[in-house]
């Protein structure tokens, strides 16, 4: 029998990194570590969405897009 047996497997915290700046998040702005990180993620978040939704506006390149250069004869 060996005398150091590792302690079993308990249920540990799971120490999270902060997406942000990769620290250690903390319990009260999960998974970030501070809420400066957590605004600096939902400001990403809101930027991509806004993004998204711009782009989903002007996004027609079968109907009329020319492209400038691009000289082909059609016919
Ligand atoms: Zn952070």
Known sequence: ???????PLRA???MA???IC???ATTDYQ???TKRCANIDL???LKEGY??????GPADDEDGGREPGST???G
């Open 43 to 45: 400001g990403r978040w």
């Open 12 to 14: 540990v915290r799971i």
């Open 31 to 33: 998974p970030f570590c």
């Open 22 to 24: 990769e620290r250690t």
């Open 51 to 56: 993004r998204v939704e711009t782009e989903e």
């Open 17 to 19: 990194k902060c997406p």
């Open 72 to 74: 082909r004869q059609a």
């Open 1 to 7: 029998m060996t005398d150091k047996s590792l302690p």
